[in-house]
Nanobody, 116 residues
């Protein structure tokens, strides 16, 4: 199961911290990605964290978003700073870093709304 939480409504320049609890797998051995889907757009990868805690981000969020993980809590976090209206989306996490169209299951996302 994948359950994201922590979304909300903020003004541009604000911050939010999202959490995603991953259950039913050996969490510590998996790469975990954060994804988002804006209204009317395709779901896209935001960034990911490897089992060795290496992180990669897409250019649009570099320097603003930080991914971390707590293996004891089976949880991955997405700290989002300097939020922009274009960050408005439903955010999801998932494991294994597959091509998006190959995922069968997404779990609960969390809505982030950034107003200008």
């Amino acid at each position: 199961q994948l359950q994201a939480s922590g979304g909300g409504s903020v003004h541009a320049g604000g911050s939010l911290r999202l959490s995603c609890v991953v259950s039913g797998v050996d969490f510590s051995s998996y790469v975990v990605g954060w994804y988002r889907q804006a209204p009317g757009k395709r779901r896209e990868l935001v960034g990911y964290i490897s089992s060795a805690n290496n992180t990669v981000y897409v250019d649009s969020v570099k320097g603003r978003f930080t991914i971390s993980r707590d293996n004891a809590e089976n949880t991955v976090y997405l700290q989002m700073n300097s939020l922009k209206p274009e960050d408005t989306a439903v955010y999801y996490c998932n494991i294994e870093l597959r091509p998006i169209e190959r995922y069968d299951y997404w779990g609960q996302g969390t809505l982030v709304t950034v107003s200008s």
